[in-house]
């Protein structure tokens, strides 16, 4: 099943069996968002357009936690560093509430839509997403709620895969951040540290031929959706927008090479073995806690 939206010149697709994943969005002609060859059909969600990282995102380190007493095991999905991996919703169906013309709402609840992961989590979890166009623009509204009413646990992010028209030689990245968590095994050592060189980009500069999968913090404060990363091309610029909520950002270069990810989160890697100060969040029973984030594609002046 897939839904498409549409505002002026600008359409995206999802697919709500595959995570509510957005994996098409066309400015102009051109589709901003990579996937992998055969996508909605074939190919791993997570390689593709937008997937959504729920009720953690990245990696928990050995794929087990404890949390209110209790152990808690979760899939490993990362082999080579016995991590689990960006969370339930992405690899589930979601229920659709509603979709417009221009915008799409789907909800994905741990018990209802993954029920063999219940036992996996503290909590059951529940996110709804709203995904809304305007020219030249796309907007993600989520709410993340308590469906049993107790308290959830949770990080939340987004993995964009961004293409660009041309080659990327040609664009420069900038990203606002001003640390990095450091880390080993692809886990963060608890440190936040100045940014190295190779790791800063809050002058707009060539990735070159970086590979980077590296979680940045530090990022200047704000009241309300801010621009906060960009890539930078000779006629056109793709810029990523997030509120308050979204502390870190994972900046992530695929081995293909033919995406940068720029990735908003609420919480660094591993964040539930480091707790607030990893950016977790705990939601009380009665609570609803909402996060936004938007791209943009702005055509040079």
Same mark, same amino acid.
């Given at each position: ?64 936690? +404890? ?24 690899? +589930? ?5 509603? +979709? ?123 009241? +309300? ?77």
């Amino acid at each position: 099943m897939t839904i498409e939206i549409h505002c002026g010149t600008t359409r995206a697709l999802l697919d709500p069996e595959r995570g509510f994943t957005l994996y098409s969005m066309v400015v102009d002609g051109f589709d901003y968002l990579h996937t992998e060859p055969g996508f909605p059909e074939h190919g791993k969600v997570t390689h593709s357009g937008i997937p959504v990282l729920f009720p953690w995102p990245n990696r928990i380190a050995g794929a087990h936690f +404890a949390w209110d007493g209790s152990s808690y095991d979760v899939p490993v999905t990362e082999p080579a560093t016995g991590a689990g991996l960006h969370g339930f919703a992405c690899h +589930a169906k979601w229920q659709v509430l509603n +979709a417009d013309s221009d915008r799409a709402t789907g909800e994905f609840i741990l018990s209802r839509d993954a029920p063999e992961h219940v036992t996996d989590w503290p909590a059951d979890a529940g996110i709804r997403l709203t995904y809304l166009l305007s020219e030249r623009s796309l907007t993600a509204r989520a709410s993340v709620f308590s469906p049993a009413g107790e308290p959830l646990p949770f990080g939340l992010g987004f993995h964009p895969y961004l293409r660009v028209p041309g080659s990327f030689d040609q664009w420069l990245l900038q990203c606002d951040a001003t640390g990095h968590w450091p880390l080993r095994d692809m886990i963060p050592t608890g440190e936040i540290l100045p940014l190295p060189p190779e790791l800063d980009f809050r002058h707009p500069r060539a990735i070159g031929g970086a590979h980077l999968d590296d979680v940045l913090t530090g990022l200047p404060e704000a009241t +309300a959706i801010s621009r906060r990363a960009a890539l930078i091309g000779p006629e056109t610029s793709i810029e990523v927008s997030s509120d308050p909520g979204f502390g870190e950002y994972v900046l992530f270069t695929p081995g293909s090479r033919d995406a940068v990810a720029i990735e908003p989160y609420t919480c660094t890697t591993d964040a539930v073995h480091l707790g607030s100060r990893g950016g977790w969040q705990v939601l009380q029973p009665t609570e609803e806690a909402t996060f936004e984030w938007r791209i943009d594609v702005i055509a040079s002046s």
